[in-house]
């Protein structure tokens, strides 16, 4: 068996940031969220097993999809009995829209992570304790011995500016 060290650390690196898009479709494809950390699990699991196959010259998400698909008309099968379970052509559709966005995710993506780079590294840090890490402001505040109020304003400015700036870089992709 393969130990996780052996692993590419860009495979490790792709895989986990695509957790979220991931978890985004599986959810879409089951029309709910419950089983569907079970379902990304499963995912998971095939993508590691399978990490040797992953071309990285080309995009990771297109190819995790379709792991997740087969995942999901898993679940599915065994799920026929239920009249919960969304048809076979839904869920096609359901995929092939994710699957058509993905090239606008991966250009909003790209904007804010350089959005990101940007930014002074006290925001950076702000927004991965709040965000990253989940602490909520509270406990960010407490912390950095700020006033809740500051801090939940001073976040709101940093959201709206990463905004404006994805929105510009967005925009300038469009120009000829």
Request: glycine fraction near 4%.
């Given at each position: ?35 569907s ?34 995942e ?41 992570e ?35 109020n ?27």
């Open positions: 068996m393969t130990e996780p060290s052996d692993f590419p650390a860009d495979f490790v690196q792709r895989l986990t940031a695509a957790q979220s898009a991931l978890y985004a479709f599986i959810c879409g494809l089951m029309g709910g969220l419950e089983q950390q079970d379902v990304l699990q499963d995912t998971n699991v095939k993508l590691w097993k399978r990490s040797a196959e992953y071309d990285a010259s080309r995009p990771f998400l297109p190819w995790a999809y379709s792991f997740a698909r087969w999901v008309m898993a679940w599915r099968k065994k799920q026929q009995r239920s009249r919960l379970v969304l048809d076979d052509d839904l869920v096609a559709r359901v995929a092939s829209h994710f699957e058509a966005s993905l090239p606008q995710a991966e250009r909003e993506l790209a904007a804010l350089g959005c990101l780079a940007r930014l002074p590294e006290r925001q950076r840090a702000l927004l991965e304790a709040r965000y990253g890490q989940g602490e909520t402001v509270r406990a960010v505040a407490r912390r950095l011995g700020q006033p809740e500051a801090l939940a304003a001073l976040l709101y400015r940093v959201r709206k500016g990463l905004h404006d700036c994805i929105t510009a870089t967005l925009m300038q992709e469009k120009l000829p």
